[in-house]
Antibody, heavy 114, light 107 residues
């Protein structure tokens, strides 16, 4: 079965950096575009980024553009989100998702606080 | 960017009621819309894809309709386990955008 497992979340100070990872299994990872979605505590869902199957094409939400970078390693069945210049408003649970199949990971919590 | 306006933001209903939630897109998105259900502390679960296709394993009391700019999610007969928050997502163009959510509570 499809599994997506995020890791790398934690507490970081404003202005700091964090790299999230998502390990995929149960499907041919290289055949699917992938997305990151986040949810701030008590708030709705916010789409964050997209990456194409090869990694050649990426898109970002305006709220994070210039501060984050999505990448993937198809040989390792892994998706990454490098987040820099973090702000308090980036505090959220971050989910990796295979939107085409409706599959989401369990999420990893990122807390930006001094 | 395409804005998704979801209504109502909250509603209360009784078991057995028929419920309809609407999402309106600021421009046409064909049928590139999905509906999700989220319960507190849980991961969102996709109910409907391509505006009207039922996700495998989802009860048939859930249905979706619409195309272009107006979409609806209907629950034909509410069950106790359906009380949750519902979101729509447009994936026609980037950035993808979610509706603000509809919190469905027990009356």
């Amino acid at each position: 079965q499809v599994q997506l497992v995020e890791s790398g979340g934690g507490l970081v100070k404003p202005g700091g950096s964090l790299r999230l990872s998502c390990a995929a299994s149960g499907f041919t990872f290289s055949d699917y575009y992938m997305s990151w979605i986040r949810q701030a505590p008590g708030k709705g869902l916010e789409w964050v980024s997209y990456i194409s199957t090869s990694g050649a094409s990426v898109y970002y939400a305006d709220s994070v553009k210039g501060r984050i970078a999505v990448s993937r390693d198809n040989a390792k069945n892994s998706l990454y989100l490098q987040m820099n210049s973090l702000r308090a408003e980036d505090t959220a649970v971050y989910y990796c998702a295979r939107l085409l199949g409706g599959n989401w990971g369990q999420g990893t919590l990122v807390t930006v606080s001094s | 960017d395409i804005q998704m306006t979801q209504s109502p933001s909250a509603m209360s209903a009784s078991v057995g009621d028929r419920v309809t939630i609407t999402c309106r897109a600021s421009q046409g998105i064909s049928n590139d819309l999905a509906w999700f259900q989220q319960k507190p502390g849980k991961v969102p679960k996709r109910l409907i894809y391509a505006a009207s296709s039922l996700q495998s394993g989802v009860p048939s009391r859930f249905s979706g309709s619409g195309s272009g700019t107006e979409f609806t999610l209907t629950i034909s007969s509410l069950q106790p386990e359906d009380f949750a928050t519902y979101f729509c997502l447009q994936h026609n163009s980037y950035p993808h955008t979610f509706g603000q959510g509809t919190k469905l509570e027990i009356k």
